[in-house]
């Protein structure tokens, strides 16, 4: 059976076609959802920024243009509605702060080449977490897409409609950041076991 | 840029870090930082962090949490679209509407309380091979429905859950599971189906979704385990191209590795070719090092086979 072209998923999802749009978003759902995972506190809110961007993606599908490519522009929708969910998510998150904690499920990290089998440790994970809360939007869209998914700097200057110059200066800061918190939590574990 | 139109340090060093160098650029970087106490302090500190954090380290998507997606976001799609059989219905003169939205509801209805074996049409025999629990129908439109006599013709997609037992030596097993790997059947479930398929990878249905595996797979793990099956198969041109391909194209250095090592166990002129050309222009310090050995090695292409 032939495959359709991306391009013929576009079209036919520009008229209307939802299932044409499913097919056309498949084969990047799983990183578009780790992108939205990078923006938020819990799975619960990454998968509700999904749902909403492929929403927002749909309704906007007849405004797409051929150029740029699809999957920079789908990358492009979820960035953005991460940034203004988690705005909204942030002032609700800190109503809750309450319960946060008896409530609060955490992404598991998981390390390249090797999916379910090799998960980070959930302690590390518990402090990528809380480390990654102290970057600011840019700086987290930067570390997202390009330490996270692999994207170029030029791409995710595409992506965040920025600059390689201001992605560089995003991303270094966002590593400085992580350093301090995640090498003060490598130190103090080695200590613990040298103890 | 600084004021003096030198790059910054640190903003060469996130360049060479995350691929915003060229092959010139980065062999010029290694030698400066080698020469460099501080240069080469700057990468080392930074380097620290992805020994804690390695490069595309992410958060996990599970199967079950794709799927779950998937389904909800197709609710929401259809919704949206108002695709949905009773909205296409509604926009029928009022009568026909009526009696085809009651056909289709008695439709679903009957096709859900439906016996396993029950005689009918099409559709029945087909729901016969599930169990009433283990399906879902998507997509249901109203052709056709012919008020006089009565008929009514309906599309739709079914989505069904089937237990099959068999033996992992049986071929239609191996057919089976190989086509699996281009659905999507969630990472995990692929990563298992790899696992299984490895000690059949030489059969062709297996090998040419190995194939596509290594060439479309959005996951690295997955791709990763693909690489590692094709490399059994490395004395076989079809897999010589895909292994060729990978290593020109894969985003992950640990599936470009792979590939890499597999090639270079028997060198022929387009692999040296492809060696050439990544000594210079591939993101990984080893490929590079060890695709200059090669080529040294060999000294052009004299004693390729």
């Not at chain 1, 359709?4 to 209307?16: D, K, R």
């Not at chain 1, 740029?68 to 940034?83: E, K, P, Y």
């Not at chain 2, 910054?8 to 092959?23: E, F, K, N, S």
Request: aromatic share 4%.
């Amino acid at each position: 059976m032939r495959r359709e072209t991306e391009q013929e998923l576009v079209a036919s999802a520009q008229a209307g076609d939802a299932a044409a749009f499913e097919r056309l978003v498949r084969p990047m759902e799983s990183r578009m959802l780790a992108v939205a995972a990078g923006f938020t506190h819990t799975p619960d809110d990454a998968d509700d920024i999904y749902q909403d961007a492929m929403v927002a993606a749909y309704r906007a599908l007849p405004k797409f243009k051929a150029e740029s490519r699809f999957g920079t522009w789908l990358h492009r929708i979820v960035v953005n509605t991460a940034l203004s969910n988690r705005r909204r998510l942030q002032r609700a998150w800190r109503k809750l702060a309450a319960v946060r904690e008896e409530c609060e499920r955490e992404e598991l990290y998981v390390a390249p080449d090797s999916p379910e089998s090799a998960l980070l440790n959930s302690e590390l994970s518990a402090r990528i977490n809380e480390a990654l809360k102290a970057l600011t939007d840019k700086e987290r869209m930067a570390f997202v897409l390009c330490h996270q998914q692999g994207f170029s700097i030029g791409e995710a200057a595409e992506i965040t409609g920025s600059t390689d110059g201001a992605v560089k200066v995003a991303l270094f800061r966002a590593r400085e950041k992580l350093k301090v918190r995640l090498g003060a939590w490598r130190r103090g574990r080695r200590e613990r076991r040298r103890r | 840029m600084s004021a003096n139109g030198r790059e910054a340090p640190r903003h060469r060093v996130i360049r060479y870090l995350y691929g915003g160098m060229t092959a010139a650029e980065r062999g010029e970087f290694e030698r400066d930082a080698a020469d460099d106490p501080g240069l080469g302090a700057l990468l080392e500190d930074e380097r620290a962090l992805d020994g804690i954090l390695p490069r595309g380290a992410a958060p996990l998507i599970a199967g079950e949490r794709l799927r779950d997606n998937r389904r909800r976001l197709a609710r929401r799609l259809r919704r949206r679209a108002g695709r949905g059989p009773l909205e296409r219905l509604a926009e029928r003169p009022l009568g026909v509407a009526l009696q085809g939205a009651a056909l289709a509801a008695a439709f679903v209805l009957g096709v859900m309380v439906a016996a396993p074996g029950d005689p009918g049409g099409a559709p029945a025999s087909a729901l016969a091979l599930v169990g009433e629990d283990d399906y879902e129908i998507h997509e249901l439109s109203l052709d056709r429905y012919d008020e006089a006599t009565g008929e009514v013709e309906l599309s739709f997609a079914l989505a069904s859950r089937t237990r099959l037992a068999g033996n992992i030596a049986d071929p239609g097993v191996h057919r089976l599971m190989a086509a699996a790997l281009r659905d999507d059947i969630g990472s995990a479930a692929r990563l298992d189906t790899l696992a299984v398929l490895r000690p059949a990878a030489a059969g062709s249905a297996v090998q040419d979704a190995l194939v596509h595996v290594l060439a479309n797979d959005p996951n690295p793990g997955v791709r990763y385990q693909a690489v590692r099956s094709l490399a059994a198969l490395a004395d076989r041109e079809s897999a010589r191209g895909a292994l060729r391909r990978a290593l020109r194209e894969d985003a992950n250095p640990g599936v470009r590795i792979e590939a890499f090592n597999a090639l270079g166990g028997r060198l022929d002129a387009p692999t040296l070719t492809l060696f050439r050309e990544r000594m210079e222009a591939d993101g990984n310090e080893y490929i590079r090092n060890q695709a200059r050995s090669i080529v040294e090695e060999q000294g052009g292409a004299d004693r390729v086979m």
